[in-house]
């Protein structure tokens, strides 16, 4: 490889992302793309962030697993000279979590894009994809950052996406009065007053001093316009299985024909 | 009858990047025909470690078969096996012997707390499998504990539990002070799993958690078990064969320009990009069509390169991401997401047709206590889960293993640091791309 292209703006290749052409298609485009920065909608204080985690008090020296590693003394690897690592392995940090649940009903987005959205854009990350939940570990002041980014920007909802260390169940449930997915911890609670919705509890479900504004639920409609998840009462899939279905039969084929390890057998005689 | 043979050369490159040998037969890679990897193997069958250490605290406080089991009227307080080791290690020595040349070793690490017995070539020629060294090791330390301390016949058998713990009630040597790289064949989860069976940490032991010579290793032990299970013959053979030269033995440069050009800023989508611009550049991929929405489908030219490129980057990917937060646990989210979205990006199939998604996925369950199972360095390829990866996934975890920095409950050091002491002056386990890439031109050079 020449040297020229060890700098990633000198590479030809772009990424693509997924297939399909609808609006759906495009927000997960959109979303997975580390080039793209996504829309922030509302503040949240690292503190606020913190008490959400709920592993540590606000100011509360971080728990460490391990000495740091200059203190450590790294073992003689020519990968760990060529792999930086995170603030957070770099001070030892113990790994920490927070995980979401993201409703059927136009959440903007959820697990399987999630998973995906973590690879394209965070280093360091571990993620495990559920259908009704997706932790996400990684080193706690590498999360924080992290957790800031995806509670603030356009990919999260306070009505259908919510943060969950436990008890996740909800998101295959129909929303209440209000409009906010089922929690059996109730966690969120929903003005009236200002219309905003509060996390009245952590992740844990621990109730809170202060409650934390995570301001007005977005409308349905604006939903329709920001989720990456086809529905029939949206955009149904049909319109991209084209698409999705010539991408996925040549990944199929091309395994036959590695897994069988030759040219694609015959069809058998009827 | 003709020949198997796959005519095709690499240039190998080492863990630093480095150019070791160019126009490599890839032919010579195959274990059956490179020297360098019999000889680690052959080491490594004839080698147990004896932890005289637990025998002396088992005898003296009667602790014998590990947790549960007391019985102090077999203890012997008095007993002092570490400081007699030397003694018990000349008669362990006259035992195993079978000529006054031959190659077995017997020898003390740790201060006498630790007896290292490699048995000689005869022996392991007439044993029928690989338990030789802990049966033969095992009882040939019972003795010489019971000839040295004149123990009774009732103490005795006490003796034998320390060693051999509740072996033969249990399959395997349970609460024993028998360690070997290598599990007993009762748990062998197929016929011809037996190089499966060493575990991730020992791996990485031995290559004193360099992760480039953990991958290494780790692959040489599954083209080991390839020849042994007979999936090394006919139209798999390119297959593997490939997939070991340029996913373990860093052929072309591939990983190491990787991880250097993704190493400050890069994640596993980057990595993705890194080696599609690659392969495209190599020839290895195509454009196959363009859809409505601009999409393009890539279809193979190559599959089996391709199949190693992709593995490339799945071990590239493995670097890159658990190397940024020197964790280990987050292999098995990088072999599912790397799978994934490779063949969402390209319409390209993934590494090994799909049976690396699948082992990814049990794996996370596995490590991340949602099915019981166990941590990233206790893993071996004969666990139900990775053992559905041929070749490809366990390279990965052993590189994860090598680049964590201390949150593993189960450490390579704490675990099995003792075969990084044993094996730390052999050639071909220190410079395990190098030696093999010798031997492979070797190889290459007898057949022409």
Sequence with gaps: MSNKRDKPSNRKYRPQFCPGKTLIAENRRRYLNPDYKLKKIRPLSEEEITRLLGFRAPGEAYKSVHPPLEELGEPDCPIRRLVEPTPGAKAGDAIKFIQFTDSIYFAPIMSTIRARLYHWRYRGCDVGALSGRIPLEMRERDLEVVAKELLETEIFDPAVNAVRAITVHGHSLRLDENGIMFDAKRRTMYSAKDNCIYYVKDQWGRTLGTPINFGTRTSEEELKERTCAYRTDNIDFEEDADEFLRTTFNVYENRVRGGWGKEIPKPLKP | MREQTVPEYVNLYNDSGKLVAEKVPVDGLDPARNRAVTRMLYEMKRTVVIDLDKVEKSLRTGSLGGEYCRMPHYAM?????????????????????????????????????????????????????????????????????????????????????????????????????????????????????????????????????????????????????????????????????????????????????????????????????????????DGVIRKKEALPSGFTIYEPVDLELWNAYAACGMLAATMVN????????????????????????????????????????LLDFLTHALYGGGEVG??????????????????????????????????????????????????????????IAEAAIEAGNGRE
């Excluded at chain 2, 704490?414 to 386990?429: A, H, L, P, V, Y």
């Design chain 2, 77 to 281: 307080p008095e007993i002092a096996i570490v400081e007699n080791a030397e003694r018990i290690r000349e008669r362990v020595e006259a035992f195993i012997r079978t000529s006054k040349k031959d190659d077995a070793r017997v020898a003390l690490f740790d201060n006498g707390k630790r007896l290292l017995v490699q048995l000689p070539r005869s022996t392991l020629e007439v044993s029928a499998d690989y338990t030789a060294p802990a049966l033969v090791g095992g009882a040939a330390s019972v003795q010489a504990i019971v000839d040295e301390f004149d123990i009774d016949p009732l103490k005795a058998q006490a003796c034998a539990s320390a060693v051999f713990g509740r072996y033969p009630s249990t399959i395997d040597f349970k609460g024993g002070a028998i360690n070997s790289a290598m599990g007993v064949p009762l748990r062998l989860e197929h016929l011809g799993y037996g190089w499966r069976t060493v575990s991730s940490n020992v791996i990485v032991s031995i290559a004193n958690r360099n992760a480039m010579k953990s991958a290494a290793l780790s692959g040489c032990f599954e083209m080991s078990y390839l020849v042994n299970a007979g999936n090394l013959v006919g139209r798999y053979r390119r297959l593997y064969l490939l997939g070991f030269a340029y996913e373990c033995l860093n052929a072309e440069n591939l990983v190491y320009n990787t991880v250097r050009a993704l190493g400050r800023e890069g994640t596993t989508g980057k990595v993705i990009c890194e080696i599609m611009e690659r392969a495209l550049d």
């Design chain 2, 322 to 361: 658990c190397g940024a937060a020197r964790c280990a646990h987050s292999v098995s989210s990088v072999i599912v997401n790397y799978n994934e979205m490779l063949l969402n990006e390209s319409g390209l199939p993934d590494v090994e047709f799909g049976r690396a998604t699948g082992t990814g996925l």
């Design chain 2, 378 to 435: 206790l893993m071996t390829a004969n666990h139900p889960n990775l053992k559905t990866t041929k070749l490809f996934a366990m390279p990965c975890v052993c590189a994860a293993t090598a680049l964590d920095a201390g949150t593993l409950t189960y450490p390579p050091e704490k675990m099995t640091g003792i075969f990084s002491q044993i094996f730390r002056e052999m050639t071909e386990f220190k410079n395990p791309i190098e030696s």
